[in-house]
């Protein structure tokens, strides 16, 4: 089985929701998901509803809680946090334990450059075949989306966000 390297980018709402519609999906089959969580720390939802499929999905945070500033460059703490989930992530990949393993947020973490593009595209010339690969967040690089097989933008039409309304546990978070 033939596996494929996916990147859902752009400034619409969804990246990270159809990632983990894939990983759904894919325990549906029997399959594992692995998803590193980049720029993120937070509970949320979708790590209680990954609590409910053990061992099909696994997610770990390697963010700090709260929101990442980058206006003077990237903390330490946010680095050595982004190279761990990047270590851990190629781990689960090559254990042979996961059909699909999930960069969520990896995009951003690299535009924010808080992980190098090059460990990445490192990270991906290391995928078994039949693995499938999934990087997520706003501004992929070039070299991402050339290197993917499916590229999917979402584009933001309108969203409540604009009109003051902030993130909701269980549609959001």
Same mark, same amino acid.
């Given at each position: 089985?033939?596996?494929?390297?996916?990147?859902?980018?752009?400034?619409?709402?969804?990246?990270?929701?159809?990632?983990?519609?894939?990983?759904? @999906?894919?325990? &549906? +089959?029997?399959?594992?998901?692995?998803?590193?969580?980049?720029? =993120? &720390?937070? /509970?949320?939802?979708?790590?209680?509803?990954? $609590?409910?499929?053990? /061992?099909?999905?696994? %997610?770990?945070?390697?963010?700090?809680?709260?929101?990442?500033?980058? $206006?003077?460059?990237? &903390?330490?703490?946010?680095?050595? +946090?982004? @190279?761990?989930?990047?270590?851990?992530?190629?781990?689960?990949?090559?254990?042979?334990?996961?059909?699909?393993?999930?960069?969520?947020?990896?995009?951003?973490? *690299?535009?924010? =450059?808080?992980?190098?593009?090059?460990?990445?595209?490192?990270?991906?010339? =290391? @995928?078994?075949?039949?693995?499938? *690969? *999934?990087?997520?967040?706003?501004?992929?690089?070039?070299?991402?989306?050339?290197?993917?097989?499916?590229?999917?933008?979402?584009?933001?039409? $309108?969203?409540?966000?604009?009109?003051? %309304?902030?993130?909701?546990?269980? %549609?959001?978070?």
């Amino acid at each position: 089985m033939s596996g494929y390297i996916h990147v859902y980018t752009g400034n619409g709402k969804g990246k990270t929701t159809a990632a983990l519609g894939l990983a759904f @999906r894919a325990a &549906g +089959r029997g399959f594992k998901t692995y998803v590193a969580q980049f720029l =993120k &720390g937070q /509970p949320t939802g979708e790590i209680e509803a990954a $609590k409910k499929l053990r /061992p099909l999905i696994r %997610i770990e945070q390697f963010g700090r809680e709260g929101f990442i500033t980058v $206006k003077d460059g990237p &903390g330490d703490e946010d680095v050595s +946090r982004a @190279r761990a989930g990047l270590r851990q992530a190629l781990e689960a990949m090559l254990s042979g334990d996961y059909r699909i393993v999930v960069l969520d947020e990896v995009n951003t973490a *690299v535009h924010f =450059k808080i992980l190098p593009e090059q460990e990445v595209l490192d990270f991906l010339d =290391k @995928r078994p075949a039949g693995v499938e *690969v *999934v990087l997520t967040g706003r501004y992929a690089p070039d070299a991402f989306t050339a290197r993917a097989d499916l590229v999917t933008e979402m584009a933001c039409v $309108k969203h409540y966000f604009d009109r003051g %309304i902030k993130a909701r546990d269980g %549609i959001e978070r």
